[in-house]
């Protein structure tokens, strides 16, 4: 693991290295991890933080398999929702052919972004709140064909989490953990804020990379103003939501974003994710290989992203911020990674900030899943 954590913030892979990071993989009882560098840069008179077991950190798109898919699971396991179902039988979307199984798969035509803190707002000067948010995706004209292909979606998993609160009693959040947090025991997990125990880890410098996104069009078309928003952060985000239509829109607490979590708490999550496909977790086997097995596009299952390599087949998601975790049924093992690589650049201004060119997540992720299966291999013995 030392080695992994190394090449993270080293020199040999693209882009800028993240200031910290740590990896860590469970198997067997037993974990083993490594980390390296700091949680937080330093600053005048402000000693750095260094990254380390209890660091909590912003999940960001980890959110839409450990929140949103974890408690659709439930949920299906249970006989409350079918995958199949139309997901206007629970909420306003912008085709009523649409069926949750489309939304979890990115097959939905849905646009993969859009600054909804620009454009929700039910009237002008309002302030906008998940409910205006969601009737805005609901009605937002789609991008692309419906089922013609994979487009990743964030408004799609805005979607899926509005159906977790009408189906799990009204609040995302609450919803979540009564569905996954309190029966995974993800006791260091939730949503807009850390839990308090452990250093925090920075993310980016404010909201530059969605206000860069907004003025230049790429890497999605969208049509706002970004100079008509009042509310851009410039401060270095700590126990921040990173993400900006969840900190803005949802109030920390959205479907594609808003979970703070821990190196233990995500390898718990892909330990019982494991198990439950080896017909031992909190959710039946047939429901966890429903909602594992790859469906139209092979590294896409119903939410959960899904890596084949030496390892076999690793089964879990990316974050925005550095982050990953997955399963390891072959190995009957789970592996997580944080690092805070949206934290490269934490002097200078947002404008310099988003140009900065961060290390990418995947790039990272495929290093770790080697890392991970030689440990493991190893562990394993002949």
Request: net charge negative; charged share 25%.
């Given at each position: 693991m030392a080695d992994a954590v190394a090449a993270l913030v080293?020199?040999?892979l693209e882009g800028a290295p993240p200031p910290g990071a740590l990896v860590a993989v469970a198997a067997g009882g037993t974990i083993a991890y490594a980390s390296t560098g700091h949680a937080r840069s330093g600053a005048a008179g402000v000693p750095p933080v260094p990254m380390e077991w209890a660091t909590r950190t912003d999940a960001g798109s980890v959110s839409k398999v450990m929140g949103t898919t974890a408690a659709l699971m439930t949920l299906t396991d249970t006989g409350r929702i079918s995958v199949d179902d139309r997901a206007a039988r629970y909420l306003p979307v912008p085709d009523p052919e649409i069926r949750l199984r489309d939304l979890l798969e990115h097959r939905a035509g849905l646009w993969e972004w859009w600054p909804l803190y620009l454009s929700a707002a039910p009237a002008a000067g309002a302030p906008v709140d998940a409910s205006a948010a969601l009737a805005f995706v609901g009605r937002l004209p789609q991008r692309h064909r419906p089922g013609a292909a994979r487009h990743y979606s964030d408004l799609g998993f805005m979607l899926l989490g509005g159906v977790v609160a009408r189906v799990g009693g009204g609040r995302l959040d609450r919803a979540v953990g009564e569905l996954v947090l309190a029966p995974y025991g993800l006791a260091q997990t939730g949503y807009a804020a850390p839990i308090p125990g452990g250093p925090v880890a920075a993310s980016s410098?404010?909201?530059?990379?969605?206000?860069?996104?907004?003025?230049?069009?790429?890497?999605?078309?969208?049509?706002?103003?970004?100079d008509a928003f009042a509310g851009w952060r410039r401060h270095v985000l700590v126990g921040e939501v990173n993400d900006g239509n969840a900190f803005h829109a949802f109030d920390g607490v959205a479907g594609h974003a808003g979970l703070f979590t821990t190196a233990a708490d995500l390898l718990r999550f892909g330990?019982?994710?494991?198990?439950?496909?080896?017909?031992?977790?909190?959710?039946?086997?047939?429901?966890?290989?429903?909602?594992?097995?790859?469906?139209?596009d092979p590294g896409q299952a119903l939410g959960l992203r899904v890596w084949d390599g030496p390892w076999g087949r690793a089964i879990g998601h990316t974050g925005f911020p550095g982050v990953a975790v997955a399963a390891l049924p072959g190995h009957g093992a789970a592996v997580a990674m944080v690092t805070n690589r949206l934290h490269a650049a934490?002097?200078?201004?947002?404008?310099?900030?988003?140009?900065?060119?961060?290390?990418?997540t995947d790039t990272m992720w495929q290093l770790v899943l080697s890392a991970a299966d030689r440990h493991l291999t190893e562990r394993e013995g002949p």
């Open positions: 080293g020199d040999t410098h404010g909201d530059g990379i969605e206000r860069r996104m907004i003025t230049t069009g790429e890497p999605y078309p969208v049509t706002a103003d970004a330990s019982v994710l494991s198990d439950s496909l080896h017909g031992r977790g909190p959710v039946r086997r047939a429901t966890a290989e429903l909602f594992a097995t790859p469906g139209a934490p002097t200078g201004s947002p404008e310099s900030a988003q140009r900065t060119a961060f290390r990418p």
